[in-house]
């Protein structure tokens, strides 16, 4: 497993959000896309933030009663995340991603976004090399 990069299992052209997207369409690409974060990038494709349901999920509820200026992206995105880079290890990945709770991790080649590493894919990959190793067995 070592020699196996995140490349290998990342998701490529993923999709993402413009730092000012507003909030309606935010939560459109959401649950369109299935995932509980998105990545946010400004018009060179550089990775600036992160943006998940639960941001959004506040957002709507503040400003539902404080009937506020419309929310963009950038106003509610997290700006301290978790990135990896293609060539990483996967074993190495394993192991530094137990400590986040994120399920979605951007990939990055010299601060731009180049894809997508979900959780769900690093698992069925371990499950996958422990067949393996039964089989072997």
């Known amino acids: 497993m070592s020699k196996q990069t995140?490349?290998?299992?990342?998701?490529?052209?993923?999709?993402?959000?413009?730092?000012?997207t507003p909030l309606v369409e935010i939560i459109k690409v959401l649950i369109s896309s299935q995932q509980a974060q998105l990545p946010v990038i400004n018009s060179s494709k550089q990775l600036i933030g992160m943006v998940s349901?639960?941001?959004?999920?506040?957002?709507l509820?503040?400003?539902a009663y404080h009937c506020d200026k419309p929310v963009r992206v950038n106003?509610?995105?997290?700006?301290?995340?978790?990135f990896?880079?293609?060539?990483e290890g996967l074993s190495e990945v394993a192991i530094k991603t137990q400590k986040y709770t994120e399920n979605i991790f951007p990939v990055l080649n010299e601060g731009k976004l180049i894809g997508i590493m979900k959780r769900v894919d690093l698992l069925v990959h371990l499950q996958h090399n422990l067949a393996l190793c039964s089989q072997a067995q």
Not at 9 to 17: A, C, E, L, N, R
Not at 75 to 82: C, G, L, R, S, Y
């Open 6 to 20: 995140v490349q290998k299992i990342m998701q490529k052209q993923p999709v993402s959000v413009q730092c000012q």
């Open 53 to 59: 349901l639960i941001d959004c999920q506040k957002a």
């Open 61 to 63: 509820m503040i400003s």
């Open 75 to 82: 106003d509610i995105m997290a700006k301290d995340f978790t």
């Open 84 to 87: 990896l880079q293609a060539d």
